[in-house]
């Protein structure tokens, strides 16, 4: 190039010099005051044209061979790293105009292999699905004239095995728009991702057919992560930070389990390796307080401190509560001595008796069936007084126990009398049913315990001043009185039934047949009220033909109308005393229609006064709805 170039840089040259003598000439003409002033223009001219043609061509000449002698300059360097390095023509073309070693190495190729097979451009081992992708993110970054980015593609080597790579471009405006390439292998990272993405997605899953949440936790940060497409956790946003105050704080965990849930979390802070706690956390879309289990795992840094903590939780509500249960029954047990006592536990789903405590009763001996009827059966023939053991039988009953948990009735009560030395003793026995906390069986708890002086005691008091004169219920202050004493004893979960009842037309029955006749009707229905009634009620007279009833622990649901309805029946009589006779009830139900028996026996008395309104022998529950006025309106018109 130096000597095709050369004639024509010294012809520039002469041609430069004549035109500057001529214009030296020429000023030497016109300037008759200083002779010899153009001539030395002139040559100064002619020196400094030279002067900078030669400097001009060299600068030509040299920098045109400048490509020629870089790759010789740099081919050491480029042929020791480790990575693919090439050059191409321009991003059109993607001609190869350089490649080391490596570059052709990734592909598996030798340079003179990748010659002789046609990979001479830089996209021809691109797989052909990622081939159009790559060329509009080159096309769009050539548009924007960055001049170097990187990109991921994938390339299929020689032997067929599909690679990925990651490419940064650099753009050399200075020759002509060509493009220097650095790639380096990145399959094993890419393989290292798509198992984590799969493990991630499989993670995910799974935590969706769960019933876990899954917290991740930032020890140092004290920030809180979860995937929003999880389940809300508390209503909290996907990132939280001040954990666990932001939480606690934000009304989400109930007073009461505020001090263990912060306990739980300085576990972690501390540096524990893993910890658990069960805490009471409000469920927004249930609009209540649930049980929640949380386990934590910490994950330690390289230096042995804690970093991030992987915090699962889920609803244990109902476990929960059946361990609360089953805990007050064993209480129960506990508190009351042994030798007064037996306790059975029997597996109500498998009809079989698996544990006995106590020795009031003895042992069962090993030759006796574990099914239920056996069991009983066994008891009633050895160890319960004669009159009493229908009463037991019955108690016991696997179908009646069955009917009643059936119908949400988990607890119940009797009272019998057990033979000791001969002897008729008192003795009560309850039941709870309750789902086993560790497995879908339904248990039934009974306890037996003696309460022979306690019984006696009560039986002594009824027939002393506290009992109605005419019919032997309680009057009117000692039912006040033990009804109070029920309500104070009463759980937070327990109900009762406070029952006002009125014989329909009692003046007219007693104006009709006379006064005796009208005590008789009372004492007739005393007797049956008597009858119909638990151990475990209270039965009243408070005056005139107004009786109270307390129906004690019951559901005050559609068992509780349907046990008012039968005695509204039993009490209906329309022959034994010539005219008809019949009852009206009013119901109230404790803890929510009131807290007192005055709350109670008011809200009873507006529903009574309902009932009568509706017509004879009937009952009704109270109303808050409803007022003395309101009913009164109802009953004037037409």
């Known amino acids: 190039m130096f000597r095709k170039s050369l004639p024509v840089f010294f012809l520039a040259m002469i041609i430069v010099s004549l035109s500057a003598i001529f214009y030296a000439a020429h000023t030497y003409e016109q300037t008759e005051r200083l002779p010899g002033q ?127 790579t990651l490419s940064r471009y650099s753009r050399d405006r200075s020759l002509a728009g060509s493009v ?42 004290r920030i809180s992560y979860h995937q929003t497409s999880l389940p809300p956790v508390f209503d909290v946003p ?17 007073q009461d389990s505020a001090d263990a849930f912060r306990g739980f979390f300085d576990t972690i802070y501390r540096g524990e390796r893993e910890g658990s706690v069960v805490v009471s956390a409000y469920d927004r879309g249930a609009e209540e307080y649930r049980w929640y289990h949380f386990d934590f795992t910490s994950i330690f840094d390289d230096g042995g401190k804690p970093a991030q903590a992987i915090i699962s939780f889920y609803d244990v509500t109902l476990q929960r509560q059946k361990e609360l249960a089953f805990q007050r029954w064993q209480q129960t047990y506990n508190a009351i001595p042994k030798s007064a006592t037996n306790y059975y536990e029997y597996n109500l789903t498998d009809d079989r008796f698996e544990h006995e405590e106590g020795g009031m009763f003895p042992p069962l001996p090993r030759v006796i069936s ?10 009633a023939r050895r160890h319960i007084y004669k009159e009493d053991a229908n009463i037991f039988l019955t108690f016991m009953s696997r179908d009646r126990l069955l009917e009643n948990y059936a119908s949400g009735h988990h607890t119940d009560k009797t009272e019998f009398r057990r033979l000791a030395d001969g002897m ?18 339904v248990k039934g708890y009974f306890l037996l315990e003696d ?145 007192t028996f005055d709350e109670l026996y008011k809200k009873a008395d507006i529903a009574l006064y309902r009932a009568k309104a509706q017509g004879r022998g009937r009952f009704a529950v109270y109303d808050p709805q409803l007022s003395f006025d309101d009913i009164a309106a109802a009953v004037k018109q037409p």
């Open 238 to 254: 996907p990132v939280l930070e001040n954990v666990p105050e932001s939480i606690i704080s934000s009304g989400a965990i109930a």
């Open 38 to 164: 153009g001539i030395h223009a002139a040559i100064l001219l002619s020196l400094l044209a030279v002067l900078a043609v030669t400097i001009a061509a060299f600068v030509i000449v040299f920098r045109g061979q400048a490509p020629k002698r870089r790759p010789a300059d740099v081919y050491p360097l480029t042929m020791s790293i480790p990575s693919g390095i090439c050059r191409i023509e321009n991003f059109e073309t993607g001609r190869i105009i350089f490649a080391n070693e490596f570059y052709y190495g990734m592909f598996g190729y030798t340079e003179e292999e990748a010659r002789l097979g046609g990979f001479t451009t830089a996209d021809f081992t691109v797989v052909p699905e990622d081939l159009a992708a790559l060329k509009e993110n080159i096309r769009q970054n050539f548009t924007l004239s960055i001049n170097w980015y990187e990109t991921e593609v994938r390339h299929v080597r020689k032997d067929g095995e599909v690679i990925w």
């Open 424 to 441: 008729p003793k008192w003795t009560s026995i309850s039941v709870q049913l309750i789902p086993d906390p560790y497995s879908p069986d």
């Open 451 to 595: 309460i022979d002086e306690r019984k006696k005691a009560e039986l002594s008091l009824q027939e002393r001043s506290t009992l109605d004169s005419l019919t032997g219920l309680l009057n009117r202050a000692t039912f006040i009185e033990k009804f109070t004493e029920i309500l104070q004893q009463s759980e937070s979960e327990t109900q009762h039934a406070l029952i006002m009842l009125d014989i329909d037309n009692f003046k007219t029955i007693n104006d009709t047949l006379g006064h005796s006749a009208g005590d008789a009707l009372l004492l007739s229905i005393a007797g049956k009220l008597k009858y119909a009634l638990r151990t475990d009620d209270l039965c009243g007279r408070l005056g005139g033909d107004e009786f109270v009833i307390c129906l004690k622990s019951m559901n005050l649901g559609k068992p509780l109308e349907t046990r008012v309805s039968d005695l509204c029946h039993m009490i209906c009589d329309e022959r034994s005393w010539g005219v008809s006779v019949s009852a009206s009830f009013g119901i109230a139900g404790f803890p929510y229609d009131g807290l």
């Open 370 to 379: 574990r099914k239920l009827r056996d069991v009983t059966s066994f008891i």
């Open 180 to 221: 220097t390439v650095v790639m380096i292998d990145i399959t094993d990272r890419k393989r290292m991702e798509e198992k984590l993405r799969i493990s991630e997605e499989e993670y995910r899953i799974a935590t969706l057919h769960s019933n876990k949440h899954i917290l991740r936790l930032d020890i140092r940060t």
